[in-house]
C-alpha cells in the first residue's frame, strides 16, 4: 500500500502537460463587404431557411427530405459520431482500466514424475478469481493532450456536418431552381412553336389563294421544326434534374417524376438579401470552423509526441483469491494482492520521438495554412456570389426590355404583313428574334435565382440546428458525448 502515496504526486502534477496550450486565433476581417451594393444587401444577420422566402412549397417539401434522408448527411453524421465514439474512449484512458477474471484448472503429473504418491496425489486442482486495475499516471500530460485533441476533432466533425448540409442543400436550391427555368424555356419554345404553326398556316392559306409563294411556306416550315428542335433536349435536362433531386432527398430517381413534371413559376427574386458583416460571416462559416478545430487538434498532439520524451508511469493492482478447492476459495487465507508501480521510459531512444514530434509541428503547421486559406476562400466566395448576384440582376432588366420589345416587334410584324406591307421574310426574322428574346430572359432569371442561391451559400447560415441537438450543440469546448 506504500506505492499508493504516489497518489499526491499524481494529482500535484495533474495539471503539468506538456507541448503548447492551444489559442484560438483571431481572424482578420475586413470592415465591409467590398461587394455590397446598397439597396441590394443590408448587414443584418444572415437568414435562416433562405429557401422558404422562396414560398414554394415544392422545394420546402424536398429540403426536409433532404435533411432526413440524404445519403451525404447520413455518412457525415456517421463519421461524426465515430469521432464521439473515440472520444469516450479516449477519456477513458484518464481513468483506471478495471478487469475481472476467473479460473479453473485440473492438473496430473505423471507416474515418472512423482513416482512416491499414489494416483490420487497426482492429481492437482487450483481456482482463482480476482479483479486488476492498470492506471496509467498521467504526469506529462500525454493522455490529457490525446483526449484534448479528439475533442476537437469531435467538434471538427461536427462542422464538418454544418458544411455537408450546407453543400447538400445548396445544390438541392439550385437544381429545383434549374429545373424551374428549363421548364419555363420549354414553355417559351412550345408557344413559340403554336405562333409560327399559325403563321405557317396563314402562308399556306395564302399559298392556296394564289397571293402567296412556295419559298415562304417553306421558310416558314423550317422555322416552324427548329423551334421543335429545341424541345427534346430540354426535356432530357429537366428528366436529368428530377432525376437528381430525387437521389439528394434519398429516393430513387425516378421516384419524384409524376410531381416535378408539372411545370410551376420560377421562384422570385429578392429585393434584399442579409448578409451580415464579415467578421460574422467567418464566425459563421462551418468550413472555417472545421479548419480551426483541426488545427487545434494537431496542436495537441505536439503534446501527445512530446510526452514520450519523459517517462511513463504506470500503478497496477490486484485483488483476488485461489485455491486448491471452490469451498475454500473464499477463505482467509486464499486472498492474493498486488500493488506494483511500473516505468517506461524511451530516453534511449530519442530520435525517434523528436521524428514524431517533427511531424506533428509540421501537421500544426500544415493546419494552420489550411485555416489561413479556409478564411480567404470563404471571402472570395462572398465577394464573387455578390458580384454574380448583383450582375444577374441588371442583365434580367434589360433582357426583360429586349423580350417585350421583341414581342411588339413580331405581333408588328406579322400585322403588316398580312395588309401586304411587308414580305414574309420580315415575320420569321421577328419570330426568331422574338424565341431568341424570351429565351433569353428565362435563361437570364435561372442565372440570377442560382446567383442568389449562390450567395446564400456562400454565407452558409441558419442551418445548425437542422443537423440534430447533439452537433448543433457542439462548439469549441462544448462537446455532446453521450
Known amino acids: 500500500m506504500r506505492y499508493l502515496l504516489v497518489l499526491p504526486l499524481t494529482l500535484s502534477l495533474a495539471a503539468c502537460a506538456v507541448g503548447p496550450d492551444y489559442r484560438t486565433p483571431e481572424p482578420t476581417a475586413p470592415d465591409s463587404l467590398a461587394r455590397a451594393e446598397a439597396g441590394l444587401v443590408t448587414t443584418e444577420a444572415a437568414e435562416r431557411d433562405f429557401w422558404r422566402r422562396f414560398d414554394d412549397p415544392m422545394l420546402n417539401e424536398l ?59 497426482r492429481d492437482v486442482e487450483s481456482f482463482d478469481a480476482g ?23 469531435v467538434e471538427a466533425s461536427a462542422a464538418d456536418l454544418r458544411a455537408m448540409q450546407v453543400v447538400v442543400v445548396g445544390e438541392l436550391v439550385d437544381q429545383y431552381v434549374r429545373l424551374r427555368g428549363l421548364q419555363e424555356q420549354r414553355r417559351v419554345a412550345r408557344a413559340n412553336a403554336d405562333n409560327q404553326r399559325e403563321s405557317l398556316a396563314l402562308v399556306d392559306a395564302r399559298l392556296e389563294a394564289g397571293r402567296g409563294t412556295e419559298f415562304d411556306s417553306v421558310r ?23 432525376h437528381r433531386l430525387a437521389v439528394l432527398t434519398g429516393r430513387e430517381p425516378a421516384a419524384l417524376i409524376a410531381r416535378l413534371e408539372t ?52 500503478l ?64 472570395e466566395e462572398t465577394e464573387t456570389a455578390l458580384a454574380r448576384y448583383a450582375q444577374a440582376r441588371r442583365e434580367r432588366e434589360h433582357l426583360e426590355a429586349a423580350a417585350e420589345a421583341s414581342a411588339e416587334a413580331a405581333r408588328q410584324a406579322r400585322v403588316r404583313f398580312e395588309v401586304g406591307v411587308v414580305d414574309f421574310l420580315a415575320v420569321i426574322d421577328a419570330e426568331r428574334s422574338l424565341l431568341e428574346a424570351e429565351d433569353s430572359l428565362a435563361r437570364g432569371n435561372v442565372r440570377a435565382a ?27 469546448g462544448q462537446v455532446e458525448t453521450t
Open 63 to 121: 429540403v426536409d427530405a433532404a435533411f432526413d434522408a440524404n445519403h451525404d448527411l447520413r455518412i457525415a453524421l456517421a463519421s461524426h459520431d465515430r469521432n464521439l465514439a473515440l472520444l469516450r474512449q479516449a477519456r477513458r484512458d484518464l481513468a483506471p482500466s478495471v478487469t475481472a477474471q476467473a479460473g479453473a484448472a485440473h492438473q496430473r503429473a505423471s507416474a515418472d514424475q512423482m513416482p512416491e504418491v499414489t494416483r490420487a496425489q
Open 131 to 153: 479483479v486488476s486495475a492498470l492506471w496509467e499516471l498521467d504526469f506529462f500530460g500525454r493522455v490529457r493532450r490525446n483526449v484534448e485533441a479528439q475533442r476537437a476533432e
Open 220 to 242: 416558314a416550315r423550317a422555322q416552324l421544326e427548329s423551334t421543335l428542335s429545341r424541345i427534346p433536349s430540354l426535356e432530357g435536362e429537366i428528366a436529368a434534374i428530377i
Open 263 to 314: 411545370p410551376a413559376q420560377l421562384p422570385a427574386l429578392h429585393d434584399q438579401v442579409a448578409v451580415g458583416l464579415p467578421g460574422e460571416l467567418l464566425r459563421r462559416r462551418p468550413d472555417i470552423a472545421a479548419a480551426e478545430r483541426r488545427l487545434h487538434a494537431a496542436t495537441a498532439r505536439i503534446g501527445v509526441a512530446t510526452a514520450d520524451l519523459y517517462p511513463r508511469f504506470t
Open 316 to 379: 497496477n493492482g490486484l485483488l483476488g483469491t485461489q485455491a486448491a478447492s471452490t469451498g475454500d476459495l473464499f477463505g482467509r487465507d486464499s486472498e492474493t494482492r498486488l500493488i506494483a508501480l511500473g516505468v517506461d521510459w524511451s530516453f534511449l531512444d530519442s530520435g525517434r520521438v523528436r521524428a514524431r514530434m517533427a511531424a506533428a509541428d509540421a501537421d500544426a503547421e500544415a493546419n494552420l495554412a489550411r485555416y489561413e486559406q479556409a478564411i480567404l476562400l470563404a471571402l
Open 450 to 476: 442560382t446567383a442568389l442561391v449562390g450567395l446564400y451559400r456562400a454565407l452558409a447560415g441558419g442551418w445548425e440546428a437542422r443537423i440534430g441537438e447533439s452537433v448543433s450543440g457542439s462548439g469549441p
